[in-house]
């Protein structure tokens, strides 16, 4: 089995770049699951019912997400529907939404940090509990964790090593390139990347970031406008005993 993660989808220049480039990069590597990060797919911030459609319609099979899901007030009630979008499961109990889904024998799981984002649930300590509680899981399991620090990331791709198929790292936006098999056999990246505008900080329109940074004061974030990239790693699974195979990274740009 071959499992595509796309990075933190960013505003309308990311959605038609996914929408652009998904088919031949699926086409080329024989891509059988599709996994996109669509916290920020609505103007640069957040997830709407239409943009969470227009993901899938392009060929998403599942839809992670992060600190932003709520940004976007029409997209709560969604959260509790059919619709294979979901939130960080370590958020407090109560909240809308789910934060696993099983799809075409995939069991996809959201996680979100606590260095330097906010007050959550333990990561690590609740994927224990899913772990424990979820019986006649798949074999194939994977974790996008929407975290900021290397160290934390690092740390839950080493507990979870041997015990899921993946360990895939978002929120940054920013690609790193240390793709590789750990011992037990998951696949783990520090940080996927993005797919939206390469003239930017990080997906936003630099005018209004570095005005944030001058003034201390909030400016309406947009997303930037010009050349896109897709960040995105590709995982070759073996869908018996859900141990990854290799970890490639993708990564295509469009004018």
Not at 118 to 125: L, V
Not at 139 to 149: G, I, K, L, Q, T
Not at 188 to 208: C, F, K, L, Q, R
Not at 231 to 250: F, H, M, P, Q, W
């Amino acid at each position: 089995m071959l499992i595509l993660a796309v990075g933190d989808v960013i505003g309308k220049p990311g959605r038609q770049a996914f929408a652009r480039l998904l088919p031949g990069i699926k086409k080329q590597f024989g891509v059988d699951f599709t996994i996109v990060n669509a916290e920020n797919v609505a103007g640069g911030i957040g997830v709407t019912p239409d943009t969470a459609n227009e993901l899938i319609n392009a060929g998403a099979d599942v839809l992670t997400s992060g600190n932003h899901v709520w940004a976007q007030k029409e997209i709560i009630p969604i959260l509790d529907s059919d619709i294979p979008l979901i939130r960080p499961l370590n958020y407090p109990a109560g909240v809308p939404g789910r934060g696993y889904v099983t799809v075409n024998g995939v069991m996809v799981v959201n996680l979100i940090g606590r260095t330097f984002i906010g007050n959550f649930e333990c990561p690590f300590r609740t994927m224990d509990s899913l772990q424990d509680k979820v019986r006649g899981r798949p074999p194939v399991v994977v974790v996008d964790f929407h975290a900021e620090a290397t160290s934390e990331k690092v740390a839950l791709g080493r507990y979870l090593d041997g015990r899921v198929t993946a360990v895939l790292g978002t929120h940054t936006h920013v690609g790193t390139i240390d793709t590789q098999i750990l011992h037990g056999g998951t696949a783990y990246v520090t940080d996927i990347g993005m797919t939206g505008p390469v003239d930017s900080i990080i997906g936003d329109d630099p005018d209004n970031v570095i005005k944030r940074f001058l003034t201390q004061l909030p400016h309406r974030m947009s997303a930037g406008k010009g050349k896109t990239i897709f960040n995105a790693v590709l995982v070759s699974v073996d869908s018996v005993t859900g141990r990854a195979i290799a970890i490639e990274r993708i990564q295509r740009e469009t004018e």
